[in-house]
């Protein structure tokens, strides 16, 4: 059975709030197609029949004339086209492709927002429409504490009657009191933002450079709705698109990126082992320097140091400069 939506709203707070919905905005969402690594594949190669000995010396015969059939039996064992064993061939292979991932995105879609360049007398007239609202305002709260001191009743947002509770005297005159003191400061903040909004809007409105009455210029955008979604069907596609664009730029970048960061760790881990080639250098030297005195003098072994140097990525050149100055340990004083 039907339940009248008045019932509805009433009785099912959870389906309210799905009824009364209407700002649900559109959502842009996708991926981005990835480069794929294709492995090419192989021609193959065909099968050579088997022949006997003699049927492949006919053919060969103009480049191996010079041999007998015998002698021609010897070198056809390491002849690959035209020995007596044959070869089957092999298939070709197809090229083997490894799908890239692609980069996601999202987004929300916008619409852009109109304004009209306000003419003075059309500001001062929105400034009234925004006073008189906030005045009607607070006056409808007054008079509804006055009312709820006299008795009267109250509806809460599903539309239910409370009835109220009659005050007197010092009580009723500060519950008044009150209600009025609440009702002028909610009128003054509505008219704080309310103003607030307008000048933005009317800043924006003047910011296209248009004279004062020019109607419908730009002044910015906001998200889409469903309801706008059908007559900008074809903005979507576009917000589609550049979302799409910018996520691949994106992409590049950050992989171009990467590049250049495992360049620079490259050069440094290079530069890290010729500083340990050196350091061992400088220890070869510490300990000739500290040998014992007396007798005859153990030299260090400079060909094994000079080797390990090479291996460390010292240059030959340096090697052989510190090999020279370290022939003097292999003197006896």
């Known amino acids: 059975m039907d339940i009248p939506i008045t019932t509805r709203l009433k009785t ?17 969402a996708g991926s981005t197609a990835g480069k794929d690594k294709i492995t090419p594949g192989t021609d193959g190669t065909p099968p050579t029949p088997k022949r006997t000995h003699e049927e492949a010396y006919a053919m060969r015969l103009p480049e191996y004339k010079s041999l007998s059939l015998d002698e021609y039996i010897e070198v ?18 197809p090229n083997v492709v490894v799908k890239g991932k692609g980069v996601d995105y999202d987004g929300t879609a916008k619409i852009e927002t109109l304004g009209d360049v306000f003419q003075p007398w059309e500001t001062r007239a929105q400034s009234r429409s925004i006073k008189k609202e906030g005045r009607d305002n607070r006056r409808s709260d007054i008079k509804k504490a006055r009312n709820e001191a006299k008795g009267g009743g ?26 009025r003191q609440k009702a002028k400061a909610k009128e003054t903040d509505f008219e704080s933002k309310e103003f607030a909004a307008a000048s933005v809007r009317n800043s924006k409105s003047r910011a296209s450079g ?36 910018n996520a691949e730029i994106a992409a590049k970048r950050k992989a171009d990126a990467k590049k250049i960061a495992d360049a620079k760790n490259k050069e440094i881990t290079t530069d890290s082992n010729e500083g340990n080639g050196e350091n061992k250098v400088a220890a070869v030297y510490s300990q000739a320097a500290n040998a014992p005195t007396g007798g005859a003098t153990v030299a260090p072994n400079y060909n094994n140091t000079v080797l390990t140097m090479r291996k460390s990525g010292v240059s030959k050149k340096r090697a052989t400069a510190f090999q020279m100055k370290g022939s003097m340990f292999n003197k006896n004083y």
Request: charge should be positive; avoid cysteine.
């Open 12 to 28: 099912a707070p959870k389906e309210k709030t799905a009824l009364l919905q209407t700002t649900t905005t559109v959502p842009i």
């Open 76 to 93: 056809a064992k390491k002849d690959e086209l035209y020995g007596t064993s044959g070869s089957p061939g092999k298939p070709p292979t």
């Open 154 to 179: 109250t509806f809460d947002e599903e539309g239910n009657y409370t009835e109220g509770t009659k005050l007197k005297g010092k009580a009723k005159r500060e519950y008044i009191k009150k209600a």
């Open 210 to 245: 248009k004279k004062p009455g020019t109607p419908g210029v730009r002044t910015g955008e906001v998200d889409m709705t469903m309801s706008e979604l059908e007559k900008n069907a074809d903005s979507v596609k576009v917000q589609d698109a550049h979302l799409k664009k």
